[in-house]
């Protein structure tokens, strides 16, 4: 299979990133890599329309969020039960009681809570590039981002929400 010109490089400055933003969106660092895999293999298929408009980060962060939210509609069957369980593969985020419990936290918002959050406050994208991205209004955006920030400050400084409701 051919390489389209300048997708190895893409994929390879953009990785971290992109990984970060699925591990977010998905809270498991397994689950995370498999959405970012299909997402490159959907980018792929277009690279040279993609690329040709510029604008190939854009076009990634919508596929990854799509497809996150189609994973969620429908119930994933490719797991079987096994009496002795496998190793666990290594966990590319350091382990740390705050990561842990922001990423905790994020699993208790709706799903476009979460991708709001994750797109406009992680990364910090402009509210008009995140309701294209999401397919929604910039007041959605909005009101979607401060109820997903509101209840993140909740369940990390509960004694603070008390305080500032």
């Known amino acids: ?42 980018l792929m298929r277009v690279w040279d329309r993609v690329a040709a408009q510029g604008s190939p980060d854009a076009y990634l962060r919508t596929v990854i969020v799509n497809t996150h ?13 096994t009496e002795v369980l496998p190793e666990s593969g290594h966990d590319p985020y350091p382990v740390s009681d705050d990561r842990d419990q922001l990423r905790r936290a994020l699993l208790t918002l709706t799903k476009g809570e979460r991708a709001v959050v994750v797109l406009r406050h992680v990364e910090d994208l402009p509210e008009a590039e995140v309701a294209r991205v ?32």
């Open 1 to 42: 299979m051919r390489d389209p010109a300048g997708f190895r490089e893409f994929v390879v400055g953009g990785a971290p990133r992109h990984l970060r933003t699925a591990y977010l969106l998905t809270g498991n660092p397994a689950d995370a890599e498999d959405l970012l895999q299909t997402a490159l293999t959907k």
């Open 69 to 81: 939210a189609s994973r969620w509609q429908r119930k994933w069957r490719g797991e079987v039960a």
């Open 134 to 165: 999401l397919g929604c209004s910039p007041g959605t955006v909005k009101s979607q981002s401060s109820r997903g920030l509101a209840k993140l400050r909740a369940a990390l400084s509960p004694e603070l929400s008390e305080v500032n409701p």
